[in-house]
């Protein structure tokens, strides 16, 4: 099994900055991906960022030029950096992690409360 620990959210004002962090343990051998959903209240969870092998990254186009997603391999932890902060942004954040010939995994969310 892999878990998966999210830290970084809380309550911010539009404008500003948080930076979430997620940090992959257990039976971790060969890791596709890894990334970042959010699901808003009453909203189906849609990706916000994926970086893969080959260090391909995608960014849901809503926060392009906002955040930047990168990795740590050492470490098996992955960041979030979350810039420019809009109330749109408000959901619980998700880590997403997949292995080559393996499941999904995913954390146990952690919340980003952007005010006006």
């Known amino acids: 099994q892999v878990q998966l620990v999210e830290s970084g959210g809380g309550l911010v004002q539009a404008g500003g900055s948080l930076r979430l962090s997620c940090v992959a343990s257990?039976?971790?051998?060969?890791?596709?991906?890894m990334g970042w959903y959010r699901q808003a209240p009453g909203k189906q969870r849609e990706l916000v960022a994926l970086i893969a092998s080959g260090d391909i990254i995608n960014y849901v186009e809503s926060v392009l030029g906002r955040f930047t997603i990168s990795r740590d391999n050492a470490k098996n932890t992955v960041y979030l950096q979350m810039n420019s902060l809009k109330p749109e942004d408000t959901a619980v954040y998700y880590c997403?992690?997949?292995?080559?010939?393996?499941?999904?995994?995913w954390g146990q969310g952690t919340q980003v409360t952007v005010s006006s």
């Open positions: 997403y992690l997949n292995q080559i010939g393996s499941r999904n995994y």
């Open positions: 257990g039976k971790i051998f060969s890791i596709n991906a």
